[in-house]
């Protein structure tokens, strides 16, 4: 174990013992577990970065200004092929992104297949940095189309930070040790989520949106220590199992997350679930920015919607986080973190379908989101404990990048098909896809009894 001892007894494993008790231990982990600091400071900085470089995101693809967005060459194509490329903007935005994943795959893949964790882990920070420094002179010099590349680029930063950051946790922790500490360290990404956008807001009027990028900068070279700190803990962890050293290139074909996800059976069911999960979310994401605009034309009233949303989500996920994630992992297992957000997304669907309102959209959105962030996603990550280095690295990266935008993708564009017939039609489809999605979580937690319950193979 990489993680010092954790007794079965700990204070805090059932949700009856209040806040006071959870939190004794929450201190209890963090003084047995010296790798849980780093993991949770880490994940901190990793969102906290993401978080500041959001709203700089969101303001260029919901920029009026569509110079900022496009280059002048594909506004003035589109216009000549009798379409304003404004009209699009999302659409184009989510298809680019989408085209940006699948040729960065084999990309990735050959980083991880030909070079050891000590290489590759760093460099996928270090060239983030670096796209971070372009991106300053970009902003700070006013270039045209700045807009578009900026706004694909952090989606696939965020995708792919984020499942290589899985992907460590995944060495560094095994199944038992996952099960009691990933709530917590969910929870630490959380709190870098608040306030990420908190720092945004508080700096953007003195510091200007460039120098933004720079803040994110800093923080992702947090992450790179963490890094570093870490690596030992991941090494021991493959001593005791007897595995091969991850500091060795891991070999294989660059493109072997794709094999890996269409041969296994566990792989492929949470393939499905993430597809699916990214239905619902890009649906009704959709859907309320066109309920809003109705209810709510004015400006100030739609961002104070939006923020309540927010603020809501953020809340309810760390509660649950803190309080509830850690019990049903270690108490149930896997099966009721992936099927409560499913029957709830299901369920708040459902009522959308009979009456599609402002505050039912707000209402369904949260347990979304937060179901998403505090439940399913931890228990996904648990999984991937279990399974060899490859799937932990390759096919996990085609699950989070490639999955997940070709999820975006389908959805966005389905929804522009379905929305000139009305919001109720949106939500009836969106029963469908939810239904995708318990199906999905269904064969993934009848998939993972297969597997062994602490695996570290090569």
Known sequence: MATGGHGEGAVGDGPGEGVTGHLRG?????????????SLLYFFCLLCGYYVLRPV??????????????????????AAHGFALKDFTLQVLFTGTFLAMVLLQPVYG??????????FLPAVYLVFIA????????????????GAVFFIWVAVFNLFAVAVFWSFMADVFDNDHAKRLYGYIGAGGTIGALVGPLLTTSLVGTLGVANLLLVSAGFLAVCLLCILQ???????????????????AMGGSIVAGLRLVWQRPV????????????????????????????????ARAATRYYSIIDGSVNTVTILVQLLLTRFLLRRYGVGPTLLIPAFAILGGYAMLALSPVPLLVAMVQVATRA?????????????????????????????????????????????????????????????????GLTFGAWKVIRAQRTLPDDSMPS
């Open 26 to 38: 929450f201190r209890a982990a963090l003084s047995e577990s010296p790798p849980l600091w780093w």
């Open 57 to 78: 995101r969101d303001a260029m693809g919901a920029s009026g200004d569509i110079a900022t967005v496009f280059p002048q060459a594909s506004i003035d194509w589109a």
């Open 110 to 119: 050959a980083l991880v297949s030909r070079f050891p964790r000590r290489v």
């Open 131 to 146: 796209c971070l420094l372009g991106f300053y002179w970009a902003f700070d010099h006013d270039v045209p189309g700045r």
């Open 230 to 248: 870490l690596r030992k803990w991941a090494i021991r962890r493959e001593q005791l199992s007897g595995s091969v050293d991850g500091e060795a």
């Open 267 to 298: 792989l492929r069911a949470l393939a499905i679930t993430v597809f699916f999960g990214v239905g619902v979310g890009t649906l009704l994401y959709n859907e309320q920015a066109a309920i809003v605009k109705e209810f709510y034309p004015d």
């Open 371 to 435: 179901g998403e962030f505090s439940l399913a996603k931890p228990g996904r990550e648990t999984i991937y404990t279990r399974v060899d280095r490859e799937s932990r690295y390759k096919a996990k990266a085609v699950i989070d990048t490639v999955v997940y935008r070709g999820g975006d993708l389908t959805f966005v564009w389905l929804h522009k098909a379905l929305s000139a017939f009305g919001s109720r039609l949106v939500f009836v489809a969106g029963m469908a896809v939810a239904l």
